[in-house]
């Protein structure tokens, strides 16, 4: 089946550790985001990626950090320097209709 | 600034009753309007999708768009426990713009 695998489905992160969360998409989609979604809020866009090899900050992109090395993949490290971390963290794809937004089931990340 | 408000609910309703959800814009360069369902704990799936004013109907949905007064609905008849979620609502000027979310309506319908 065609779709988007976010994994790990819970992650905890320790303090000063830096956690990366996957996200694979088999949709052959171009474009890939990320948002974080706390509760009571709105999705905020971290990063997004238009093509392959590049990338693009978003709202939010202090203490995050992306690569989009491969269409398929666009992987997310929350570093230290996120000092906030605790949310929900949502993948996204999207092929040429820019407003069909595919998402990924999502990563919940806390802080131990 | 681009913003969209949307009242957070939450809401709750009788099984088979008529919902309302509502939402308001600011920036009158949105031109496609989308709503997507998120059920707990899981990504938003993408609902209904407009980009003109007037109705759009799917089955038992019905996205409304004024663009006049920049509010748009998302209107459910014979609600019933599954459409249990929240619903988002999500506004685009199109290019290479960001969608721009709301902050989505908590829905509870009760059997």
């Known amino acids: 089946d065609g779709g988007i695998t976010q994994s790990p489905k819970y992650l905890f992160r320790k303090e000063g550790q830096n956690v990366t969360l996957s996200c694979e998409q088999n949709?052959?989609?171009?474009?890939m985001y990320w948002y974080r979604q706390d509760p009571g809020q709105g999705l905020r866009l971290i990063y997004y990626?238009?093509?392959?090899?590049?990338?693009q900050k978003g709202d939010i992109a202090e203490g995050y950090s992306v690569s989009r090395e491969k269409k398929e993949s666009f992987p997310l490290t929350v570093t230290s320097a996120q000092k906030n971390p605790t949310a929900f963290y949502l993948c996204?794809?999207?092929?040429?209709?820019?407003?069909?937004?595919?998402f990924g089931s999502g990563t919940q990340l806390s802080v131990l | 600034q681009k913003e969209v408000e949307q009242d957070p609910g939450p809401l709750s309703v009788p099984e088979g009753a008529i919902v309302s959800l509502n939402c308001t814009y600011s920036n009158s360069a949105f031109q496609y309007f989308m709503w997507y369902r998120q059920y707990s704990r899981k990504g938003p799936e993408l609902l209904m999708y407009?980009?003109?004013?007037g109705n759009k109907e799917d089955g038992r949905f019905t996205a409304q768009v004024d663009k006049s007064s920049k509010y748009i609905s998302l209107f459910i008849r014979d609600s019933q426990p599954s459409d249990s979620a929240t619903y988002l609502c999500v506004h685009w000027t199109g290019g290479s713009e960001k969608l721009v979310f709301g902050k989505g309506t908590k829905l509870t319908v009760n059997p």
């Open positions: 990626s238009q093509i392959v090899n590049d990338f």
């Open positions: 407009t980009y003109s004013s």
């Open positions: 996204a794809s999207c092929g040429q209709d820019n407003e069909k937004l595919f």
């Open positions: 949709l052959n989609h171009d474009a």
